[in-house]
């Protein structure tokens, strides 16, 4: 296997990682950052214990039960103009979708071999109703992602603060 096929988290620098653990964004908003993705959803509090308590992705109903919580959540914050908030949602939605297909596609959403230096493994070995829960929080995470409160103080957001 080639370093490159190697899962990235084997070479993660926590010290240039602009999300930490000791912030609390609510207080501190300024120092969020939007970045890539999903980065930073476990680690952001308060938004990490709000939202992350509600988020399921084990079989549909439970799905969507789950992202219409989170999605509920992420209409709340841009109510109160709470960009961290709604954006951590929105990142919540993201992950549903990432997270249930990762378990559609590998038995157990397990990618790597660590016991076999981290060879993959087997793609189309996990489990379909994953596939219809990853569709759940598609949806969800694309509507969040379309809301044009959302887009614009998103905008705003990364022109200020990164």
């Not at 660590?114 to 793609?123: E, F, G, H, I």
């Amino acid at each position: 296997m080639s370093k490159q096929e190697k899962p990235s988290y084997l070479n993660f620098n926590f010290a240039s990682y602009p999300w930490k653990p000791d912030i609390d964004y609510k207080k501190h908003p300024e120092k969020y950052k939007v970045g890539k993705g999903e980065q930073g959803v476990l680690i952001c509090e308060p938004y990490k214990s709000e939202i992350g308590q509600h988020w399921r992705f084990r079989n549909p109903e439970i799905a969507t039960r789950s992202s219409e919580i989170i999605y509920k959540m992420f209409e709340d914050y841009l109510k109160a103009n709470d960009f961290v908030g709604a954006d951590m949602a929105r990142k919540y939605l993201q992950m549903g979708y990432t997270r249930a297909r990762r378990y559609a596609n590998y038995k157990g959403g397990k990618k790597y071999d660590k016991q076999n230096a981290y060879s993959p493994l087997a793609r189309g070995t996990g489990e379909e109703e994953k596939a219809k829960s990853a569709e759940i929080f598609y949806k969800a995470y694309k509507k969040a992602e379309a809301d044009p409160a959302y887009s614009a103080m998103k905008k705003d957001w990364k022109k200020a603060n990164g």
